[in-house]
């Protein structure tokens, strides 16, 4: 079990956009100098609105191990209603990270031996100019806020080629609003 490997689990709704959001990170992760970038997809009989998962891995190093993450060391949640049907927190590493879209303050979310990073990233996303629901970019920004893996300089270009066409400047601006917003807890 290799050390360097930093393992995130992104939990959303089928149609929010977690993949593509593991994607954006993905990317913006090699562009930063991460040698080592996999992301795994999870696919089944999810639908919209459904509960749905994806796991990216980052390291300095490549990466050959293509398993399903089991034990995060951080996990990004798009839909705070999330939290009262799947434990979104199995497995993660004593001292990990959650990262959290929800309207309530960090000290609202406990969640026993991990920091929290929480931003209304669904309120940051409207202000922005995106229709009520888009929350895939916004979760970035707090997600960038909250772990310092990847500058927020770095993901808002990946961001707004990812999105050509599709509100680029408005998705660039929610993920700079979440960042700018993200509070931190315990």
């Not at 977690?18 to 639908?47: C, D, H, L, Q, W």
């Not at 009520?132 to 300089?153: E, K, Q, T, Y």
Request: aromatic share 6%; charged share 20%; no cysteine.
């Amino acid at each position: 079990m290799r050390k360097d490997i930093i393992e995130i689990r992104w939990h959303g709704r089928g149609g929010q956009g977690a993949i593509t959001a593991a994607k954006i990170v993905a990317n913006a992760a090699f562009v930063s100098g991460y040698r080592g970038v996999v992301m795994a997809p999870t696919f089944g009989t999810e639908r919209r609105g459904a509960p749905v998962f994806t796991s990216l891995k980052i390291s300095p190093e490549k990466i050959y191990d293509l398993s399903p993450i089991t034990t995060p060391d951080m996990v990004v949640v798009l839909d705070h209603t999330l939290l009262e049907e799947v434990n979104v927190v199995d497995g993660l590493k004593d001292g990990g990270l959650v990262v959290l879209n929800a309207p309530k303050p960090a000290g609202e979310y406990g969640f026993e031996g991990a920091r929290v990073g929480v931003a209304d990233v669904t309120a940051h996303a409207v202000a922005a100019g995106l229709p009520p629901g888009i929350v895939n970019s916004g979760i970035i920004g707090a997600f960038s806020r909250a772990s310092g893996l990847v500058d927020i300089d770095i993901l808002i270009p990946v961001i707004k080629k990812e999105f050509t066409g599709k509100r680029p400047e408005e998705n660039a601006l929610a993920a700079q609003r979440a960042y700018e917003n993200t509070a931190f807890g315990e």
